[in-house]
């Protein structure tokens, strides 16, 4: 059962409702959980439809799934410049977590990570 299951749209408001309802995990999980989100939004386009997803695995690590329906745009690790105002949030997902991925389905992708 996860610890939380959200369908909503890929919105700027969306990335403080998912912060709040991640209040009782530690700030990691929160932080790569919106970042997860803020790529949608960035790469996707507002309004994009998404399930996020965080749960306790059994090796009692902590996943966090965000699934949108494009399958083919597919995440990249940048290497930002001091300067650069974006390309880090993939950057602090694999700084953060144990691992991440992606998962390619017919109808979509979850990009997840693990912590």
């Known amino acids: 059962m996860p610890d ?3 369908d909503l749209l ?3 408001k969306s990335v403080p409702e998912i912060r709040h309802r991640l209040r009782a995990h530690d700030y990691e999980v929160r932080l790569c959980a919106t970042e997860l989100m803020t790529n949608v939004i960035d790469h996707l386009g507002e309004g994009t439809p998404v ?3 965080v749960y306790t695995t059994d090796g009692d690590r902590t996943r ?3 699934t949108d329906p494009d399958p083919r745009a597919l995440p990249t690790l940048l290497h930002a410049t001091l300067t650069d105002e974006c390309g880090r949030g993939l950057t602090l997902v694999g700084a953060l977590a144990l691992r991440w991925g992606v ?3 017919l109808r979509g992708k979850t990009v997840w990570c693990e912590l």
């Open 4 to 6: 939380l299951a959200l």
């Open 10 to 12: 890929a919105t700027p």
């Open 51 to 53: 399930s996020v997803r």
């Open 103 to 105: 998962e390619q389905g």
């Open 64 to 66: 966090v799934e965000v």
